[in-house]
């Protein structure tokens, strides 16, 4: 079992940058080395996306609109993902989350908002 606890995010003018942490507190290291993840985020009115995910070996996916600009990544010996976003746009605002995934079963962190002003 995992229960994921996200921090970061915040206020940042456009251009500026934010990174988003998630750790996996109560797993071990093989439950969390053998979890993919995934950074989504909520715009208002609009559906829960996908903007970017790792598996369990470090392969990476980002949808088009955030390529070159986040990278996600995972550090096994803190039990944490992580998303670093720059050159933020205000189409980036929104309650992103990140979900791990093992064994078939889904955790989801709390939520933190971004907001990007113009």
């Not at 797993?27 to 369990?56: C, D, H, M, N």
């Not at 050159?87 to 980036?92: H, V």
Request: net charge positive; glycine share 12%; with cysteine.
């Amino acid at each position: 079992q995992m229960q994921l606890v996200q921090s970061g995010g915040g206020l940042v003018e456009a251009g500026g940058s934010l990174k988003l942490s998630c750790k996996a507190n109560r797993a071990i290291l093989s439950t969390f080395s053998g979890s993919s993840a995934g950074w989504y985020r909520q715009a208002p009115g609009k559906q829960r996306e996908l903007v970017a995910s790792i598996s369990e070996f470090g392969r990476t996916d980002y949808i088009d609109s955030v390529k070159g600009r986040f990278t996600i990544s995972r550090d096994n010996g803190k039990r944490t993902w992580s998303l670093q976003m720059n050159d933020l746009k205000p189409d980036d605002t929104g309650v992103y989350y990140c979900k791990a995934t093992w064994n078939r079963s889904d955790f989801w962190g709390q939520g933190t908002q971004v907001t990007v002003a113009s």
